[in-house]
């Protein structure tokens, strides 16, 4: 019973030092960070990429959810990446060469 008890004990521990923390994960070679129900662009899995669509939501885990940021160091050394264009917008960013 003991035992028992300190595994709940430590599970619990866990879970709660876990809640609130960031999840990444990858969607069709934009990486994420999944926060409080909202999804942050953190980089993508190729830097020889030269232009990126990023979605307006991405679906993860059978969940829908907003897009609603780009780390500011999301693209650093991405060398070959000349724009970045936004799903159902017409905004995009141009990246000079010398970023």
Known sequence: MKKIFTR????AAVLLSTAGQAM????DGIN?????????????TSRDITSLLIP????YEGKTYPVNAIRHTA????KSLR????EDSDTYIS???NT
């Open 56 to 59: 307006a939501t991405v679906d």
């Open 95 to 97: 990246c000079p060469r």
């Open 83 to 86: 724009y970045v264009r936004f």
């Open 8 to 11: 709940l004990i430590l599970s």
């Open 75 to 78: 693209f650093n050394n991405y």
């Open 32 to 44: 994420y960070t999944l926060k409080n129900g909202e999804a942050m662009v953190t980089g993508a």
């Open 24 to 27: 990444a994960f990858t969607v």
